[in-house]
């Protein structure tokens, strides 16, 4: 019983923070100079005074503000948002047709950070001198700083250049498409720089935050009992101290999913990775506005899933929290 | 041990090799970008040399698609860079602390409505909101300098609200509210200055912050169209990497630079205001 209130809870107020950034969305448009008529007319070249008048009464546009946003929620709500005109496509279909290969790249570049992150943060905390805490030290400073569009553009020129080991461009082999087994090994070969690329800036905070994480567990009693018990380091290290440091790397993790998803849409632009990203890149250079806001609709709700299944994970990970 | 905080810290600063080759290398970039462009007196808009020419010593830096000068424009593109990232950073500061310190201060029901807002801020892509802002009221670096302030101060938010909400109920808030003080007074001049230690840091890796976002911003052809910066020239000349590495690396070279600098720094500030750091290092 206590977990469906839960999780109704966690739902309303997901629906919550849906309807704030559709509210949101929407008064944006609205304050923007020019209003949709003009885009339109735009597009077909130009428009009379009362052609005008006409895409007014038949978008709606000449009702109260309050009419409006009802009709643009009922829209939305119904999975209507709106058409590219440059696509040629209902903008709903457009962005569900580029979610996978984004949810792929990221989820990659996460739990890549992740894995490479907690190890290199075990090291450094076991040695505290060791080269490893040296790199995570150079590394957590340098993966803030690096320009990610612009490290995407030096592993193409060192990895795909200098020694071609891995593809320019794409998410796969245009020329000659694969199916089965040697379309999934062509679409990893793919991935691994852009994946590389997104995962290098989260790396630098799992890994600090694995490391400290790591110090505070080694320090504590338990630790102390588990050696004392006679338990091998090896297993007092990874079967004690880790899952107690994870938690927070976790919680961050979870927390940084939007900030993650922004930095695929640069990643996306240099690899020319067809996803949410590079949709939102192609409708900038085409002012296309119902798109670019599809994206931004489309990755909120994104993060909002990502959020609840991190909550429910932790729920079930740690018993603690199903009490509170 | 009779040192004042100040001094204190300030020798632990200096003790930091780290921190201090980020003072200098900032200071380096900060009075490059100030009279670099003077004293090298070449215009980078001018055609100087054949277009995607490699660096040599007629041009250190080499030329772009159209045969401008690339140090020049590195030398230039910096001061918007750096202008919009301080400014950005400011206003994200400004804002995160108003709310951090009004939710930590007040709590309660405030509190609790204005982690909401914190919350759904941090639920919105940053990088696409602000692309949405500034396409829709046109690029400029007054917009750009906005829209990125307007998304990235949740966590100066989090951090003044835990600040406040740790402080105020000490003993000399105490002190102060029994002689009378208003609680203006109380939240600027009484709680502020003894938080003003995380906050001065997260300033500080806020301008880093600012400007890898602006630079994210122009390279996807959303800044000033009027500016240069670094990210629209690695912007304009991505199509041109692979046969003329240097249009690309020079610029976000220069940008990687500064911010590392400003993280440098931001993490000696840390550690030298952190107490419990002193002895140790």
């Known amino acids: 019983m206590s977990r469906l209130v839960w999780l109704g809870r966690r739902l309303v107020h997901a629906f919550g923070l849906m309807l704030a950034v559709l509210v949101l969305n929407f008064v944006l448009v609205h304050l923007a100079p020019g209003d949709p008529a003009d885009v339109i007319a735009g597009e077909m070249g130009g428009a009379s005074a009362q052609v005008m008048a006409e895409i007014r009464a038949a978008y709606g546009l000449d009702r109260s503000i309050g009419e409006q946003l009802v009709r643009y929620l009922g829209h939305v709500l119904s999975g209507d948002l709106g058409f590219s005109f440059y696509f040629n496509r209902p903008v709903t279909a457009l962005?569900?047709?580029?979610?996978?290969?984004?949810?792929?790249?990221?989820?990659?570049?996460?739990?890549?950070?992740?894995?490479?992150?907690?190890?290199?943060?075990?090291?450094?905390?076991?040695?505290?001198?060791?080269?490893?805490?040296?790199?995570?030290?150079?590394?957590?400073?340098?993966?803030?700083?690096?320009?990610?569009?612009?490290?995407?553009?030096?592993?193409?020129?060192?990895?795909?250049?200098?020694?071609?080991?891995?593809?320019?461009?794409?998410?796969?082999?245009?020329?000659?498409?694969?199916?089965?087994?040697?379309?999934?090994?062509?679409?990893?070969?793919?991935?691994?720089?852009?994946?590389?690329?997104?995962?290098?800036?989260?790396?630098?905070?799992?890994?600090?935050?694995?490391?400290?994480?790591?110090?505070?567990?080694?320090?504590?009693?338990?630790?102390?009992?588990?050696?004392?018990?006679?338990?091998?380091?090896?297993?007092?290290?990874?079967?004690?101290?880790?899952?107690?440091?994870?938690?927070?790397?976790?919680?961050?993790?979870?927390?940084?999913?939007?900030?993650?998803?922004?930095?695929?849409?640069?990643?996306?632009?240099?690899?020319?990775?067809?996803?949410?990203?590079?949709?939102?890149?192609?409708?900038?250079?085409?002012?296309?506005?119902?798109?670019?806001?599809?994206?931004?609709?489309?990755?909120?709700?994104?993060?909002?899933?990502?959020n609840l299944l991190t909550d429910a994970a932790y729920r079930l990970a740690d018993p603690r929290m199903r009490t509170q | 041990m009779s040192l004042s905080p100040t001094a204190r810290a300030a020798r632990a600063f200096g003790a930091n090799p780290a921190a201090l080759a980020g003072?200098?290398?900032?200071?380096?970039?900060?009075?490059?970008?100030?009279?670099?462009?003077?004293?090298?007196?070449?215009?980078?808009?001018?055609?100087?040399?054949?277009?995607?020419?490699?660096?040599?010593?007629?041009?250190?830096?080499?030329?772009?698609?159209?045969?401008?000068?690339?140090?020049?424009?590195?030398?230039?593109?910096?001061?918007?860079?750096?202008?919009?990232?301080?400014?950005?950073?400011?206003?994200?500061v400004v804002i995160g602390v108003t709310i951090g310190a009004t939710a930590g201060y007040l709590g309660g029901r405030v509190d609790a409505a204005l982690m909401r807002v914190t919350e759904f801020f941090q639920v919105l892509p940053a990088l696409l909101f602000a692309m949405v802002v500034v396409m829709l009221f046109r690029p400029s670096l007054v917009t750009v300098a906005l829209s990125i302030g307007v998304v990235s101060w949740t966590g100066t938010a989090r951090l003044a609200r835990a600040e406040f909400m740790r402080l105020k109920g000490l003993e000399f808030v105490e002190a102060a509210r029994a002689e009378g003080a208003t609680d203006l007074r109380i939240v600027f001049r009484v709680i502020l200055p003894n938080g003003m230690a995380p906050l001065i840091v997260s300033?500080?890796?806020?301008?880093?912050?600012?400007?890898?976002?602006?630079?994210?911003?122009?390279?996807?052809?959303l800044g000033d169209p009027n500016a240069i910066t670094w990210g629209r020239m690695i912007g304009q000349n991505r199509s041109y990497l692979l046969d003329a590495w240097w249009t690309v690396t020079f610029p976000g070279l220069a940008l990687f630079v500064t911010v590392l600098s400003v993280a440098l720094l931001g993490d000696g500030i840390n550690d030298a205001l952190d107490p419990r750091r002193g002895s140790s290092a």
Do not use: C
């Open chain 2, 203 to 221: 300033a500080t890796l806020a301008v880093g912050a600012a400007m890898l976002f602006e630079g994210g911003l122009s390279f996807l052809g």
């Open chain 2, 23 to 92: 003072l200098v290398m900032l200071g380096a970039m900060v009075i490059a970008v100030g009279v670099g462009p003077w004293l090298y007196g070449v215009d980078p808009l001018e055609i100087v040399a054949p277009p995607l020419s490699a660096p040599d010593g007629e041009a250190p830096f080499g030329t772009d698609y159209l045969g401008r000068d690339i140090l020049a424009a590195v030398l230039l593109g910096g001061r918007a860079t750096m202008l919009v990232g301080v400014t950005a950073a400011f206003l994200s």
């Open chain 1, 95 to 306: 962005v569900f047709s580029r979610m996978g290969a984004t949810a792929l790249l990221v989820a990659s570049a996460i739990v890549a950070a992740l894995v490479l992150g907690t190890w290199l943060g075990v090291i450094a905390a076991r040695r505290p001198r060791g080269v490893a805490a040296q790199l995570v030290a150079v590394f957590s400073v340098a993966g803030f700083a690096a320009p990610v569009f612009w490290t995407g553009m030096m592993f193409l020129l060192l990895f795909a250049s200098y020694w071609p080991i891995f593809p320019v461009s794409g998410m796969e082999n245009a020329g000659t498409p694969r199916v089965g087994f040697a379309r999934v090994l062509d679409i990893a070969h793919h991935l691994v720089l852009p994946a590389m690329t997104l995962a290098l800036i989260y790396l630098a905070q799992y890994s600090r935050q694995a490391r400290t994480g790591m110090l505070t567990a080694l320090a504590a009693d338990y630790i102390r009992t588990a050696r004392a018990k006679g338990l091998g380091e090896t297993r007092v290290v990874y079967r004690h101290a880790l899952r107690n440091a994870l938690i927070p790397v976790i919680t961050i993790a979870g927390l940084q999913f939007g900030q993650v998803l922004a930095g695929a849409v640069l990643v996306e632009t240099v690899y020319s990775w067809p996803g949410l990203g590079r949709l939102a890149y192609e409708s900038i250079l085409r002012r296309d506005s119902p798109t670019l806001l599809g994206v931004l609709l489309g990755s909120s709700v994104m993060v909002i899933v990502a």
